[in-house]
């Protein structure tokens, strides 16, 4: 199995999955661990419609991918990009420099360049961003600080029993009284997180909308993108790790008043003009996945 267990940090272009996930039955804040989506087996065979289907979406990919990279000057190291057999509409950043996109989500925006550029902008973002970095910080000096709220806590809540009564405090009693400080500070925990996961979402779709216009791509691709997703009957829960799509789209109109396309197409389209070759790329690992390669490969 290519897959492994990474930190549940995937940051997804829809919502479906919160980024926040604690075994409620350990004693500390565990570290959230997930499998990451199950990829399909792969099938060898080259000459499968699936496989050409697959190597027609992987096409798509890179053609739009590496107009992004190159006019965004993101081109100083390799991009992964993956299009994974599930029927999701979804994608999301994986490890350091990977885009994953559900094959259900290319169906859905088949043929929309724009889209498919927005989507991939949005992720190369979560990238550049250090949204994960940010997301790992965050939990590590957050769990310290409320196990140590929660230590302090209880060893006061025993105190004033003690002052209380001079009877022992049962062991039943203390296990109730822990849990319950333990269940509140997951709480806290959970919201934080989450807080900065929908900020994240809003900066990515801001730097991802950047990104895009800078490419060249028609400006509207995202608002095409967040139209469709608000469709779908999961587009929104209070724990979701995304902000509601109706936030999202006031925020975007808001940055693409701010931000007018052509200032930024200008910038980008003279950085192509002076990076004029694609950037090449390797297929990688079966067919199911491509390295778009960084300006300074050998050729
Ligand atoms: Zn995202």
Do not use: C
């Not at 961003?129 to 230590?151: F, G, N, P, T, W």
């Amino acid at each position: 199995m290519k897959t492994s267990h990474i930190r549940k940090i995937l940051f997804t272009t829809l919502g479906f999955s919160s980024s926040i996930l604690l075994n409620l039955n350990t004693p500390s804040f565990a570290q959230a661990l997930v499998t990451l989506p199950e990829l399909s087996n792969i099938n060898s065979s080259i000459s499968t419609p699936q496989t050409q289907q697959k190597k027609t979406d992987l096409q798509w990919v890179y053609s739009v991918a590496e107009k992004v990279i190159r006019a965004n000057g993101l081109d100083d190291h390799p991009w992964r990009f993956e299009v994974s057999d599930k029927y999701d509409i979804n994608a999301y950043a994986g490890e350091l420099n990977k885009i994953v996109i559900y094959k259900g989500l290319l169906d859905q925006i088949h043929g929309d360049d724009a889209a498919l550029a927005f989507i991939i902008s949005h992720e190369l973002a979560h990238h550049t961003q250090r949204h994960a970095a940010q997301q790992i910080e965050l939990e590590s000096s957050l769990k310290d600080r409320l196990l140590k709220e929660a230590d302090e806590e209880f060893t006061n809540w025993i105190v004033a029993e003690k002052q209380k009564s001079d009877k022992p405090i049962s062991i039943a009693k203390k296990d109730v009284i822990k849990q319950r400080i333990m269940l509140q500070k997951k709480q806290e925990f959970d919201n934080a997180l989450q807080a900065l996961s929908r900020q994240q979402e809003f900066q990515a779709d801001e730097v991802g909308y950047k990104y895009m216009s800078t490419a060249g791509y028609d400006v509207n691709g995202g608002l095409r993108v967040f139209k469709l997703l608000s469709r779908l009957p999961s587009d929104y829960t209070v724990n979701s790790s995304h902000p509601p799509t109706p936030q999202r789209i006031a925020a975007l109109n808001g940055i693409m008043s701010e931000y007018p396309w052509l200032t930024l197409w200008v910038d980008g389209n003279e950085r192509l003009k002076i990076n004029s070759q694609p950037l090449t790329f390797d297929v990688i690992e079966d067919e199911i996945s491509l390295r778009i390669n960084s300006r300074f490969v050998s050729k």
